[in-house]
């Protein structure tokens, strides 16, 4: 995703909280409460953390398929075809790789063959 699409569903999500949560009343009159308060509240990892974690599990999944599967060969394999003009795309293994870069985890194709490993991993991720 792109800084302007993790902004947009951030908003979306306090938005969201704030409908759920209302306002507070303090001094006789109604606030609205700040974002800070909201994620005191919801005590829940926002849905960019979830979306990190379930991308980091499932490439978790396709390291530790057979080399035969056509995720597995996708994910190994570079596409092949001319260059486009412009800047290149951000693909999806290279936004899992900075995920992982993130919570510095070296030699992350190793840990993820290891279920439990990664599961742990997996968890960290949710929290950050």
């Given at each position: 995703?792109r800084?302007?699409?993790?902004?947009?569903?951030?908003?979306?999500?306090?938005?969201v909280?704030?409908?759920?949560?209302?306002?507070?009343?303090?001094?006789?009159?109604?606030?609205?409460?700040?974002?800070?308060?909201?994620?005191?509240?919801?005590?829940?990892?926002?849905i960019?953390?979830?979306?990190?974690?379930?991308?980091?599990?499932?490439?978790?999944?396709?390291?530790?398929?057979?080399?035969?599967?056509i995720?597995?060969?996708?994910?190994?394999?570079?596409?092949?075809?001319?260059?486009?003009?412009?800047?290149?795309?951000?693909r999806?293994?290279?936004?899992?790789?900075?995920?992982?870069?993130?919570?510095?985890?070296?030699?992350?194709?190793?840990?993820?063959?290891?279920?439990?490993e990664?599961?742990?991993?997996?968890?960290?991720?949710?929290?950050n």
């Amino acid at each position: 995703m792109r800084k302007e699409e993790v902004q947009r569903i951030e908003i979306w999500e306090r938005k969201v909280l704030r409908k759920i949560f209302g306002g507070k009343i303090q001094d006789g009159r109604w606030e609205r409460r700040t974002n800070r308060e909201i994620y005191d509240l919801f005590k829940e990892p926002n849905i960019i953390g979830i979306v990190r974690a379930h991308r980091m599990r499932w490439i978790g999944h396709v390291v530790r398929m057979k080399d035969h599967r056509i995720p597995k060969m996708v994910l190994i394999h570079e596409i092949g075809g001319g260059k486009r003009l412009g800047r290149p795309r951000r693909r999806w293994k290279k936004a899992v790789e900075d995920d992982i870069r993130k919570l510095n985890i070296g030699n992350w194709k190793e840990k993820a063959k290891d279920r439990k490993e990664w599961k742990k991993i997996v968890d960290q991720a949710w929290a950050n």
